[in-house]
Structures are given as structure tokens and as C-alpha cells.
């Protein structure tokens, strides 16, 4: 009995681990940078957006990749129905997602953003 206790604890924890992981993107409520340093924070993550924050979300992925964060594991885009109660009918938005993964260096360039940043701060100090 406590085995199947504990594959189901198990299981619970690896659906909220991937719910987790989504950083849903908007590009009115938070700055760029924020979400850029929240998707530093885990081993693989899932950016996604509708409509005019599809580019945010991009911008997002390609700084990550170009800094050698990040490397694009997926991507996937659609149309999502979202119903518009100032026209009264259902509106046609673009939904993007952008699954991305720790680069290989990411510890070691996160190590040496640090560096540069104590010696800033200790120049500033002194």
C-alpha cells in the first residue's frame, strides 16, 4: 500500500513541476528583464504568449540563446478563440510557446555575471 502512496505523491509532484515551469508572458504588465531572469530559474521552461506579446516572448528566447543561457528545445504556434465582450463575438489571437533548456555553460556564465557583479559593487563601495 505505501508503495502506491508513494508513486502517486510521485506523480502529483511531476504534473506540478511542468505547470510550474510556464511563464506566461505579457507585454504591458512587467518588464522585459523580469522575465528573461525568471526563465534563468529552472532546468527547462515553456515561454508562451497571445497575440501582440508573441514578440515579447521571442525577444525573451533569443536573448537567453544569444547569451548562451539557453538552448530552444520546441516550438509551437496556433490559434486560440478568445471571446472579445466589446465586439460581443469570439476573436481569432496567435498563441505561441517556447520550450527552452539550460545551456551546458549556464552555470558557468551565471558564475562569472556574479563575479562582474561583486567587483562592480565593490568598486562602487570603495
Not at 506540478?16 to 531572469?37: A, E, G, M
Not at 471571446?83 to 545551456?103: F, M, Y
Request: avoid cysteine.
Amino acid at each position: 500500500m505505501e508503495e502506491i502512496t508513494a508513486g502517486v505523491n510521485n506523480m502529483n509532484l511531476a504534473v506540478d513541476d511542468q505547470k510550474k515551469n510556464r511563464i506566461q508572458v505579457s507585454n504591458t504588465k512587467k518588464p522585459l528583464f523580469f522575465y528573461v531572469n525568471l526563465a534563468k530559474q529552472y532546468n527547462e521552461v515553456e515561454l508562451s504568449a497571445l497575440g501582440m506579446a508573441t514578440a515579447t516572448v521571442v525577444t525573451i528566447a533569443e536573448i537567453l540563446k544569444n547569451n548562451g543561457f539557453a538552448v530552444e528545445k520546441k516550438i509551437m504556434t496556433s490559434t486560440v478563440e478568445i471571446k472579445d465582450d466589446s465586439r460581443g463575438r469570439p476573436v481569432q489571437k496567435v498563441k505561441i510557446e517556447i520550450t527552452l533548456v539550460k545551456s551546458e555553460k549556464f552555470d558557468e556564465l551565471m558564475a562569472a555575471a556574479n563575479e562582474e557583479k561583486e567587483a562592480a559593487e565593490a568598486q562602487v563601495q570603495s
